[in-house]
């Protein structure tokens, strides 16, 4: 019996040992990762700000070479050297961007300089009209009117000199001039910024086997391989979608300013270029470019030049949905249409326009990842009701997952 109880008592003791190991383990586990983040939240803080400076230059900078790298690729892989090969894919964007530019500027010059010089006569229209919808919904607005305008400008220059007797008010207004010449500095720096983005993507172009054979290295070894297929799918599906996103918009741009063309739009160029821009932004882009290119013809053309615009833009945006989107987006992630919209929403919400631009990239970039992991850590991801999923999501993708 004490022999029964001693070796009860070892082996409590022995049970108690592991589990006070166990705590041990696990108390180290926690006091490790709240140090870690702890760290990561003051390195933050430090860099927080050098890297807003070089965010801008170092996105677009990654926007040249998802579009280039294919083609300068090409060209490496015949025996030409990456650093001439990038040259001479530089050399050649850039001598078709300067005839573009030659090609377009003076038409693009031409139709801004007759847009703003009948910008009152468009204002003039632009609220006849309106009155004349109201008056026929059996509303008196009353809106415009010269008397109108004349009285506000009164009381305008009224108001700023009460203003400007005031030391107050003229503290108030000195802290608003600066703050517009702050926006002003801003500004010029982002574009100071902007132009270095080629120069950072040049020698990125140049050295990008070597770059990323750096960022496979810095992997531990065991991991090596899954993060340099997780690096192929993502480059993969994130340039698909930047390269085809640009092929798309140049498409919207040219044929929505030939189509406006024919049908007469004084400014065809300047709402063709806007629809091409703003196409950059799923499901904005035909809203904007359709909403302008309306309203511009019925202040020049009246409800008929309004419909051909509408048959024009549709006809567009439908060739484009219809057969061009599925060529040339076909390799890349598919996403469902409510993703979009929401991850637009939250990125424009927080970001602006620029967040609304890297929003679908991101969110197809964090889809890869999620069901690379997925099917590669979690026992039941090998599902055969997930084959249509894999079919769908492209092959680069599908390979993974074996």
């Known amino acids: 019996m004490d022999e029964h109880n001693g070796r009860r008592t070892v082996r409590w003791r022995a049970d108690s040992g592991r589990d006070t190991d166990r705590a041990v383990r696990l108390a180290a586990w926690i006091w490790t990762a709240v140090g870690a983040v702890v760290l990561a939240g003051v390195l933050l803080y430090l860099v927080w700000k050098p890297l807003l400076v070089i965010l801008a230059p170092v996105l677009f900078a990654g926007l040249i070479v998802y579009l280039l790298d294919p083609l300068v690729t090409r060209i ?21 961007g300067a005839a573009v530019i030659v090609g377009t500027a003076p038409i693009v010059g031409q139709q801004g300089a007759a847009l703003v010089e009948q910008a009152p006569d468009l204002r003039e229209r632009g609220t006849e009209l309106l009155n004349r919808a109201g008056a026929s919904a059996g509303l ?27 030391e107050a008010s003229r503290r108030r207004m000195m802290a608003v001039l600066a703050g517009v010449t702050g926006v002003a500095a801003g500004a010029a720096k982002l574009l100071l910024l902007l132009a270095l983005g080629p120069i950072l993507a040049f020698y990125l172009l140049a050295d990008l086997p070597r770059v990323k054979a ?11 391989t899954e993060v340099s297929d997780l690096t192929a799918a993502l480059s993969s599906v994130v340039g698909g979608y930047v390269r085809g996103q640009l092929m798309v918009s140049a498409f919207v741009g040219i044929f929505t300013s030939i189509g406006l063309a024919l049908v007469g739009l004084p400014f065809w160029l300047v709402v063709g270029i806007v629809a091409g821009v703003t196409n950059l932004v799923p499901f904005v882009g035909p809203v904007v470019g359709g909403a302008l290119g309306v309203v511009l013809a019925l202040l020049t053309g009246g409800w008929a030049m309004a419909v051909w615009v509408v048959v024009v833009v549709v006809v567009v945006q439908q060739v484009e949905s219809q057969v061009l989107q599925p060529l040339v987006m076909r390799r890349t992630v598919s996403l469902h249409p409510a993703v979009v919209v929401l991850a ?44 249509e999923l894999k079919e769908a999501d492209g092959a680069q993708v599908e390979t993974l997952a074996r």
């Open 76 to 96: 490496a892989d015949r025996g030409l050297p990456r650093w001439a090969a990038t040259a001479a894919v530089y050399l050649l964007f850039l001598a078709v």
């Open 344 to 387: 637009l929403l939250a990125a424009g919400a927080v970001y602006g326009i620029g967040g609304m631009l890297l929003a679908v990239p991101a969110v197809a970039a964090l889809k890869v990842v999620a069901e690379y992991l997925w099917r590669r850590h979690i026992p039941w991801a090998e599902d055969p009701e997930l084959d």
């Open 140 to 166: 008196d607005l009353h809106l415009g009117g010269d008397e109108d305008t004349g009285e506000i400008a009164e009381e305008v220059v009224r108001e700023t000199e009460q203003a400007m007797a005031d």
């Open 214 to 224: 750096l960022a496979v290295r810095l992997a531990p070894p065991q991991r090596r």
